[in-house]
C-alpha cells in the first residue's frame, strides 16, 4: 500500500488527537463555571480598581478595553484625572451576560477641583471579556476628548 506521507497512520492519528488535546488547553477561558467565571472576574476587577486607588494609571491601562480596541490613547487615559479614590471595593457583579457584566462597586472618593471630599457612592461598573480575558470599559466623556464614539 502506497502512502503519501511519511508517517504511518497510527503517527498521523496520534499527531492528531495531541493537537486536539492541545487546542482544548488553548480554549477560551468564557467555558469556567458560572461561579468560576464571576471570582475571576471580581478578582480581576478589584485588580484594576486597586491600581486605579494607587494612581497608577500606566498599571491600570493594561486592565481597559480601550487599550484594546483603539478607542483612546495612553496620554489621553492618563491625562483624564481628576478623581482620588482613598477606599474601592468590588461588591459583587449585578449581571453576567456572555462577554459583557457590570458589577457593583463602592468608593469613597474626592474630586479636589470641585472641593468635594470623602464622597460615597456604588456605581455600576461595566466589563467586557476580551481574547477571553475581563477588561474595564470606560465611559464615554468630556475627559477623554479624543475617545471615538
Known sequence: M???CSFPRRSLFA???AS??????AAPR???SPEADKAELQKRAQAYWDLSRANDNVAAWAYEAASKDGSTTLQSYIQRGGITYDAVEVRGVRSLDGDEAVLDVWMRF???LLRMK???AVAPDYWRRIGGVWHHVLHKSSALP????
Not at 146 to 149: E, R, T, V
Request: proline share 8%.
Open 20 to 25: 486536539l488535546v492541545l487546542a482544548g488547553c
Open 15 to 17: 499527531a492528531c488527537v
Open 2 to 4: 502506497t502512502h503519501f
Open 110 to 112: 474626592s474630586i479636589p
Open 146 to 149: 479624543d475617545a471615538k464614539p
Open 30 to 32: 468564557a467555558s469556567l
Open 118 to 120: 470623602g464622597q460615597e
